[in-house]
Every structure is written in C-alpha cells, then in structure tokens.
C-alpha cells in the first residue's frame, strides 16, 4: 500500500510560478513511476507528466506543459516535485500526483494513461489569475 499526499498549491499570478511536492509512504517508492495528472472544472483528468521509476532517467510530459513544467523525484526523501513555471490561467486545475507499477522507459511511455496507476493523493488546487 502506498500513501501519497501532495502540498505546494496556491493561488499565483499568470507569468509566476510553483512547486508542488507529492510525498509518498512506504520502503518501495523508488519501484513505482511517478505521474502527475490534472482536472480542472468540468474537464476530464489529463496527463501532466511522469517520471519512471528508480533514478528516474525517462520523463514524459504533455504538450500543454512541455517546456514549461519539469517532474523530479528524490527517492531518499520519497517525494515527487512538479516545477510549474510561466504559469498560465489554464494551468488552473487540481493537480494529483499518482504511483505506478508499470514500467517506463525511454521509448514508450506506458504511465502517460492515469488507467496504469496504482495509487493516487488527494489533490491540491492550483489557481492561476490572469
């Protein structure tokens, strides 16, 4: 079992930016790959980002943040980071940080679909004004 528990969510203006951090309980996080996914008011959950597992060498984004959003994780604190910049109002969502056990690597990305988690937090709101 897997707890995760995001934190880093506020409110910013468009143009600035935030740190969200997903911490995660239990010996094995360095086994799961790590993603990232949003919904925002009246729209599906999408992808973010992922991250694989172990030293995280493969990382996927979507096309919406590429550029401007980077995922990290530090498995010796058992925390995933997303790094959200030049944020934009429609960055606006609930942002999930999700555990997987699939494998990823840097060919295919098989955690690029939130139907491949095992685990998910809470969720923390960011709200981008303009």
């Known amino acids: 079992q897997v707890q995760l528990v995001e934190s880093g969510g506020g409110l910013v203006q468009a143009g600035g930016s935030l740190r969200l951090s997903c911490a995660a309980s239990?010996?094995?996080?360095?086994?799961?790959?790590m993603g990232w996914f949003r919904q925002a008011p009246g729209k599906e959950r999408e992808f973010v980002a992922t991250?694989?597992?172990?030293?995280?060498?493969?990382?996927y984004y979507a096309d919406s943040v590429k550029g401007r959003f980077t995922i990290s994780r530090d498995n010796a604190k058992n925390t995933v980071y997303l790094q959200m910049n030049s944020l934009k109002p429609e960055d606006t969502a609930v942002y999930y940080c999700?555990?997987?056990?699939?494998?990823?690597?840097?060919?295919?990305?098989?955690?690029?679909?939130?139907?491949?988690?095992?685990?998910w937090g809470q969720g923390t709101q960011v709200t981008v004004s303009s």
């Open positions: 991250i694989s597992w172990s030293g995280g060498s493969s990382t």
């Open positions: 239990g010996r094995a996080f360095s086994r799961y790959a």
């Open positions: 999700a555990a997987s056990s699939r494998y990823t690597g840097s060919s295919y990305c098989a955690t690029c679909n939130e139907y491949e988690y095992d685990y």
